[in-house]
DNA sequence: AATATAGTTGAGCAATCAATCAACCGTCGT
DNA sequence: ACGACGGTTGATTGATTGCTCAACTATATT
């Protein structure tokens, strides 16, 4: 039994393609980039996040400025900046009591641009 | 008092960067396009469906090659495609009692390019 | 020192969600 | 017609998750 039906034990069906599952197992990217790939765009994946994600896109802002503009507690925006600060995607400064937020990736404009355009299809 | 501050009553802050937020909602894309990026990014955000849109992206394949691919059960997989049909990102064909899958949008190799690219910054 | 404001944090709760299970449909081979 | 197999579906369950609330830190003002 060649390595490609490792799991089938987990599985309640025969195979049917092997050289299909054979060929992709062996191109698809290793199982760790493929968590971190779904754990990056679980951040994208919440509309309250997509709004801050898409705020600091137009400006930096602060923590009140943002509770503000989308309505909600300084609590709950802390909280979701908390997990886009986690992942990279946002970075801080502080000035006196006030902290600042902005983009950290160059990357989120390109995500968006690519996810606007499967909306708009 | 101006339009821009007309969620006050659920926030808990003062207004500290009145002009920052007046710039920035005007250039927010309206509410109902963030909720469905959000709703499409959601899809992404499972290791699962990213696994699945992963190894589609390779070759078309019937549910019992990715549940074999990846280990699962068939329901289970059934159950993922049915998401991925409903947010337009894969399509099926049926031949006979097998119904073959592939992807339905030329944009998700590249939103996948770009989260692997920051993912591997 | 006392107060107010900006922000963070942890616990709790309600809602969402993904895998499981069992039942079912449709097509093929005999 | 029957059984086997590929696939779908609905209900259930355990886990995740986003917001709220209350308590807390830190900086600025008086």
Redesign the pocket.
């Known amino acids: 039994m060649p390595e490609a039906f490792e799991n089938i034990d ?1 599985c309640d ?4 393609h092997e050289d299909v599952i054979f060929k992709v197992r062996q191109k698809m990217p290793q199982d760790e980039t493929l968590m971190d790939l779904a ?1 990056l765009f ?1 951040m994208f ?5 997509v709004k801050i994600l898409c705020a600091l896109q137009l400006s930096e802002m ?4 943002i ?1 503000v503009l989308l309505g ?12 886009l ?1 986690q992942t990279k995607l946002v970075k ?1 400064r ?8 902005s983009l950290d990736d160059e990357h989120i404009s390109g995500i968006f641009a690519q996810g606007l355009a499967h909306i708009c299809e």
């Open positions: 987990r069906c025969n195979t049917i754990d679980k994946g919440d509309s309250t996040r602060c923590v009140c400025d509770a909600m507690t300084k609590s709950s925006i802390s909280h979701q900046l908390r997990s600060r801080h502080k000035d006196g009591k006030v902290v600042y937020y």
